[in-house]
T-cell receptor, first 110, second 111 residues
Framework: GQQVMQIPQYQHVQEGEDFTTYCNSS?????IQWYKQRPGGHPVFLIQ?????EVKKQKRLTFQFGEAKKNSSLHITATQTTDVGTYFC??????????FGGGTRLMVKP | DAGVIQSPRHEVTEMGQEVTLRCKPI?????LFWYRQTMMRGLELLIY????????DSGMPEDRFSAKMPNASFSTLKIQPSEPRDSAVYFC?????????FGDGTRLSIL
């Protein structure tokens, strides 16, 4: 079955430093979605990427979808304490079901 | 607009007891998903309903787990009998085929 791997598992950064999490799927995806889960909370949808090579930005967050539609990344510029949480990628292979990566837990030191 | 509503928020019970988790999806959403989240296994899809029909239940761990969706506004996930290894946070999510909207989850502890 489809597998989605995400690295790193954890990342500690100093406030103001950049952060990147990488996502890799074992199969070609129809689209990829990114979610953020705050400690004690539930996953919240951030963005969906559909096109090969697509790049989307949300303020300090930049999302990329690979040319082969098998990998993706999320980059946060100048992290803030409000960025703390676990970031999940989730691959959709056109069956409407998502396979979630293991998540990257981001911790930000003020 | 109300989001996905799950109940109870917390459940603590002894092993062997029946546990029923409930979910009310967002009105108008035709897809409903049950997930289980643990530190060891991450976020796992248990079962997916589309238009109230179970489409994929390959993630359901074993026969002790069952899920129903009697109508478009209600779903249940039942564990009978429960075991300590079932302790986890159970999320329900709904969608209209795009982004999924998650409920606050049920934190289940089986003693």
């Amino acid at each position: 079955g489809q597998q989605v791997m995400q690295i790193p598992q954890y990342q500690h950064v100093q406030e103001g430093e950049d952060f990147t999490t990488y996502c890799n799927s074992s199969t070609t995806l129809s689209n990829i979605q990114w979610y953020k889960q705050r400690p004690g909370g539930h996953p919240v949808f951030l963005i969906q990427l559909v096109k090969s090579g697509e790049v989307k930005k949300q303020k300090r967050l930049t999302f990329q979808f690979g040319e082969a539609k098998k990998n993706s990344s999320l980059h946060i510029t100048a992290t803030q304490t409000t960025d703390v949480g676990t970031y999940f990628c989730a691959g959709d292979n056109a069956g409407n079901m998502l396979t979630f990566g293991g998540g990257t837990r981001l911790m930000v030191k003020p | 607009d109300a989001g996905v509503i799950q109940s109870p928020r917390h459940e603590v019970t002894e092993m062997g007891q029946e546990v029923t988790l409930r979910c009310k999806p967002i009105s108008g959403h035709n897809s409903l998903f049950w997930y289980r989240q643990t530190m060891m296994r991450g976020l796992e899809l248990l079962i997916y309903f589309n238009n109230n029909v179970p489409i994929d239940d390959s993630g359901m761990p074993e026969d002790r787990f069952s899920a129903k969706m009697p109508n478009a506004s209600f779903s249940t996930l039942k564990i009978q009998p429960s075991e300590p290894r079932d302790s986890a946070v159970y999320f329900c999510a709904s969608s209209r085929g795009g982004p999924q909207h998650f409920g606050d989850g049920t934190r289940l502890s089986i003693l």
